[in-house]
């Protein structure tokens, strides 16, 4: 793969880079339609590649916060059409990474050393490029380490890729009114902690060791004397990346025993820690030949605060969300629905999420459940795709929850979506016994 010798890190270059990528699509659609008028079968699937191909190549040079949020959306299986699914999933740990010399410019930059300074043996090649850093092998004292490097000006762009990015939002989303503001700022935090890499080795140390308890389930040691604010430095782990692993494996037992210790340390979390690790794709996830799985990285760290919480996980019981008085009261609670909603809007979004609702926690009514399940991801698909089409749904104010469904919601589509890959059934309340 090709190495970058440079990226935009100004407003302007970063604005310009995204203006060629819309006049590539704008391009595009004047190819499809002109194809469309002398064949009225052609459907949108070239149209769909063309257009997933150039949007993300603008935003794999571009890297940061734009190509997080190709990261984001490939989570999104049965939202998007698969062409823009496969080609964004190569966000989460295939992307085009810095040259030597970039890298090495950047890390004298963060560390004042340069590698060959601080290590015995450090690999100039990427083995893992990303949407925020890259990944090297290095060794020191004979202990071979994982060396992450943040991409230079990726911290100090986020905030002006967002405001490029809110208006599309938007009108994508009909948000409505100054309350939206509250979900960019949501967005705009956590990005923003992602790029602090002091406060990621903490969070990675604090969760390692509040659940190195549970089965199965690895950490690597984090290094702070050869870690600083744009660099980390930990023990170099062997194993396959998960989507690998779930392509791979045949074994059903191994497939459960992986499933098994990613829900059991994502429950742990969320009802012992009431915090997550909210970003849940495969490049953060490796499993050894034991079949162990391997937690890499914890950038994204979500605080689930008890006025969320207990209301949200009230309606994961089936009894409640089908208690009409009770699941309202809750919808205000979580502010889907609101005191300035018509009568015509609470009938309508009590009906949409009691629908969402009874879908979506149905892994919680059961004692095991099988996430290769056809059915339950068929229905996903369904209601997915009922809505989007739904006229009336486009005309109502967008503005549906509190700020923290964005990422809580974010984590369990992706955890779905790693379990659904890899064909695992779980036993739902096994993490209790872990809970101290």
């Known amino acids: 793969m090709k190495s970058i010798d440079k990226i935009p890190t100004g407003k302007i270059g970063r604005t310009s880079k995204l203006v060629q990528t819309g006049a590539k699509i704008g ?32 935003l794999k040079s571009l890297k940061g ?15 998007l059409p698969s062409a823009y699914v496969e080609k964004f999933s190569l966000a989460q740990f295939s992307v085009p990474p810095l040259s030597a010399p970039l890298v090495r410019k950047t890390f004298k930059k963060y560390n004042g050393n340069y590698p060959e300074e601080l290590f015995d ?8 490029a990303a949407s925020i850093g890259q990944v ?22 986020i905030s002006s890729d967002l405001a490029m990015v809110k208006p599309i939002a938007t009108r994508m989303f009909n948000l409505q009114g100054k309350d939206s503001e509250k979900y960019f700022k949501e967005v705009e935090g956590k990005l923003l902690e992602e790029t602090d890499y002091v406060l990621e080795v903490k969070q990675s140390k604090e969760i390692s060791e509040a ?9 690597p040691k984090y290094y702070e004397d050869l870690s600083s604010e744009r660099i ?15 392509k791979e494996n045949t074994n059903q037992e191994k497939a459960n025993k992986v499933g098994q210790a990613l829900w059991d340390f994502y429950m742990f979390q969320m009802h012992g820690l009431k915090e997550v690790h909210a970003d849940p794709h495969p490049g953060n996830f490796l499993i050894d030949k034991e079949g162990n799985l391997i937690a890499i990285d914890f950038g994204c760290i979500k605080k689930v605060p008890d006025d969320f919480y207990i209301p949200y996980f009230e309606l994961a019981k089936k009894e409640n969300i089908n208690n009409p008085e009770f699941f309202n009261e809750k919808l205000f609670e979580l502010e889907i629905l609101r005191e ?17 609702l009874n879908l979506f926690t149905s892994p919680f009514h059961s004692e095991v459940f099988d996430f290769a399940n056809p059915e339950f991801w068929d229905s996903i698909t369904k209601l997915s795709e009922k809505y989007s089409k739904d006229e009336e749904l486009r005309k109502m ?4 929850g509190s700020k923290h469904f964005l990422y809580i919601n974010r984590t369990f589509f992706g955890l779905y979506n790693l379990l659904h890959d890899l064909e695992a059934k779980v036993k739902i309340n096994n993490f209790r016994r872990y809970l101290k």
């Open 27 to 58: 391009s595009n659609y004047l190819k499809y339609y002109g194809k469309k008028a002398f064949n009225k079968e052609l459907t949108r699937d070239d149209l769909d590649r063309d257009n997933a191909s150039d949007i993300y190549d603008g």
């Open 65 to 79: 916060s734009a190509l997080k949020v190709a990261q984001m959306l490939s989570m999104e299986k049965s939202l």
């Open 121 to 128: 043996e450090f690999t100039s090649q990427s083995v893992n």
């Open 136 to 157: 090297h092998r290095a060794v020191k004292d004979g202990k071979k380490l994982a060396v992450k490097i943040q991409y230079p000006g990726v911290a100090d762009s």
């Open 211 to 219: 659940c190195n308890h549970i089965p199965n389930l690895k950490f």
């Open 232 to 246: 980390i430095t930990m023990d170099w782990m062997e194993g396959q990346h998960l989507s690998d692993f779930a």
């Open 340 to 356: 300035d909603d018509t009568d015509n809007e609470i009938k309508y979004f009590s009906e949409l999420f009691h629908q969402m």
């Open 397 to 400: 104010n967008g503005n549906r």
